[in-house]
């Protein structure tokens, strides 16, 4: 079951979020069953973990799709940055005909992920809601902190947009943005720089319930503090590594909600999951979004926890959430191309 605030109308550019909220039900029991793991008291903790250490827990646990599915074109690019280089995987599913891009923002935090893991993620985007997905390998916190990897996706997108026709898009088509958790805040964070800077253009932004302020005192942040995936102490490991002086987490660019006006910014479509932490930072950018007059459609879903993408595999309703995000894709990207 999926709930949400009103639905996309297709042919309208707004949709439109009401005061009504879908009640949360208990968490998916498949989900259940991976939780059930991941709480067993012989588990490492993250926060007892170097950022090093961390990633190759992650490692461990990470086991690559034996069967991803297959896109017809996919092609890795060292792009320049300031201070070096990064990487950017593109995904083509027919090269033969120009396409929508997408650009795809990883999370973990700002100090876990990579292009590899998030694979299997963005070849289905790229198949399921035919277009062009440019994924993004930005620096790591804490060896590259605020805000370095904003800065990294900024020329990413501004990569991305030079090179539209080289790639296989849309030649002078806007492009989309969108990302997950840390991700979707870096996605937010683009966007609003981006609008200040005035190009490129932006269609729309997807934001899969990301990270929107540095607050760990919000209702959610309290009653799911522990024990569904990403928890509070969690958050505060990041941030510390992220932005490790608190001054830094008053500025817009690492806190987007904090950004003294969000008007004008491209459509956003907002993902969330009743059982995060993250719930109530997620729904009052949302709200923000709508209050300066940003056209936006939330979804929420009320069994499913933080990260939920990662656990396609293993429940059908992380699969259905995820087959309603790309739907929603699909539709923005092909309405503007």
């Known amino acids: 079951m999926v709930a949400g605030f009103a639905a996309l109308d297709p042919g309208c550019d707004h949709g439109a979020m009401t005061s ?8 998916d029991k498949d989900t259940v069953s991976v939780l059930d793991v991941m709480n067993q008291p012989d588990q490492p903790r993250l926060v007892e973990m170097s950022a090093t250490q961390a990633r190759n827990w992650v490692g461990s646990l990470f086991i690559p799709d034996p069967s991803p599915p297959s896109v017809a074109s996919v092609d890795q690019r060292s792009i320049p940055v300031d201070g070096g280089s990064i990487d950017v995987r593109i995904y083509n599913p027919s090269p033969a005909s120009p396409l929508p891009v997408l650009v795809y923002l990883h999370g973990g935090g700002w100090v876990l992920g990579d292009l590899d893991g998030v694979d299997s993620t963005v070849r289905r985007i790229s198949l399921e809601a035919d277009c062009i997905v440019v994924s993004v390998d930005y620096r790591l916190a804490p060896e590259s902190p605020f805000p370095i990897p904003l800065e990294d996706c900024l020329a990413a997108v501004r990569w991305t947009s030079d090179h539209l026709g080289e790639i296989g898009g849309v030649a002078g ?3 989309a943005i969108a990302g997950d958790s840390a991700g979707g805040n870096l996605a937010a964070a683009c966007a609003i ?3 200040d800077e005035g190009s490129p253009e932006l269609s729309f932004q997807c934001l899969i319930y990301p990270v929107m302020d540095a607050d760990f005192e919000t209702p959610s942040m309290q009653s799911h ?10 958050m505060i490991w990041f941030w510390n590594h992220y932005c490790p002086d608190p001054s830094m987490r008053e500025d817009w660019r690492a806190c987007p909600i904090r950004a003294e006006s969000l008007a004008d910014l491209p459509p956003a479509i907002v993902t969330l999951a009743s059982h995060d932490p993250l719930f109530h930072e997620g729904l009052a950018y949302a709200r923000r979004l709508e209050s300066d007059g940003v056209p936006v459609h939330i979804q929420i879903e009320p069994d499913l926890v933080h990260g939920y993408l990662g656990m396609v595999t293993q429940s059908t309703r992380c699969d259905e959430a995820f087959a309603t995000i790309i739907t929603l894709l699909k539709d923005r990207l092909h309405r503007q191309s």
């Open 20 to 27: 009504v909220m879908p009640t949360p039900l208990p968490v």
């Open 193 to 195: 720089a981006l609008k």
């Open 225 to 234: 503090a522990e024990g569904f995936l990403l928890e509070r102490a969690s």
């Open 173 to 175: 088509a806007s492009i």
